[in-house]
């Protein structure tokens, strides 16, 4: 038998959970001193998330620890299943070290045992579009090892690009000075990030939420390819009418495309804040 595991980090929405049939690893986070594992929005609500970032609550994350590691993947080393976990990338978390750990056991006390563990180098929706055609490609009957051999293309035709609404969660999280911060919201600044080879970085500054989706809009034109086999994916940390608007600016510069609409969740959220939108595409 085989299994593939993969991790709310993706951001996959729940219903799509037993429609395609992976195992789910729940991530943390704490807000207002209670620890929540996100179950892709089955009962964790992103709304009331972000109102509370918003009134002053200041959420963390946190690693899953060798044991929670070992209590979810120790059932299948036992029952000797071939093993798949598709990840958010390495590159955005030390959960990765206590994983390792945990799998160190686990291997020496069931040697026989096939485990891998394929890292997509993205986050959100950007590792999110790898797990959803991974696992299409595993229910068409391809075996573990020919999803991980598409996984290896597929990987580096995602493209991804984030626009924040407020500065102050960039620069907690390393990505700005606090000058830069404070001059940014000054001037209206609106930073678009991206994803390169597994970590964040702004890749350009633009004044006015207007000019951001416009920037994003022609990069995504300049960029995409395959539209009639795989969707855009709009994604809004409660920024309904803002990916609205992106999604007009879309249609508008490219025309009848498919377009997926998600929200972000609280541990995504936690980094980016209230108010982000992101869109990812095949690139």
Known sequence: MSVIFADSNCELWYTMVPELGYELIKMPYTIDDEEVFYDLGKTVDSKSFFDKVRKGSMPITSALNPTQYTEI???FFKSGEDML?????????????????????LRAKYPTAK????????ISWGAGLQVYYAVKQFQMGKS???VVAFLEDFKDRIGVYFMVD????????????????????????????????????????????????GYIAEQVKAKITDTDKYPI??????NPEAADKMVSKLK????????????????????????????IFHA
């Open 233 to 238: 994916v709009v994604v809004d940390a409660d």
């Open 166 to 213: 407020s500065l102050h969660h960039l620069k907690k999280g390393g990505r700005l000075t606090s000058f830069q911060a404070a001059l940014g919201t000054l001037l209206s600044v609106k930073p678009i990030l991206t994803v390169t080879d597994g970590k964040l970085g702004v890749t350009t500054k633009v004044n006015g939420v207007t000019k951001a989706i």
């Open 73 to 75: 993947f120790e059932p």
């Open 144 to 146: 573990l090892d020919e």
């Open 115 to 122: 485990f891998r563990h394929f890292d997509t180098r993205n």
């Open 252 to 279: 508008e510069t490219l025309g009848e495309v498919e377009i997926w609409r998600y929200p972000v969740g609280p541990v995504i959220g936690t980094h980016c804040g209230p108010g982000t939108i992101g869109i």
């Open 85 to 105: 976990y598709i990840s958010f990338s390495a590159e955005l978390s030390a959960t990765f070290n206590h994983m390792e750990t945990a799998l160190s056991a």
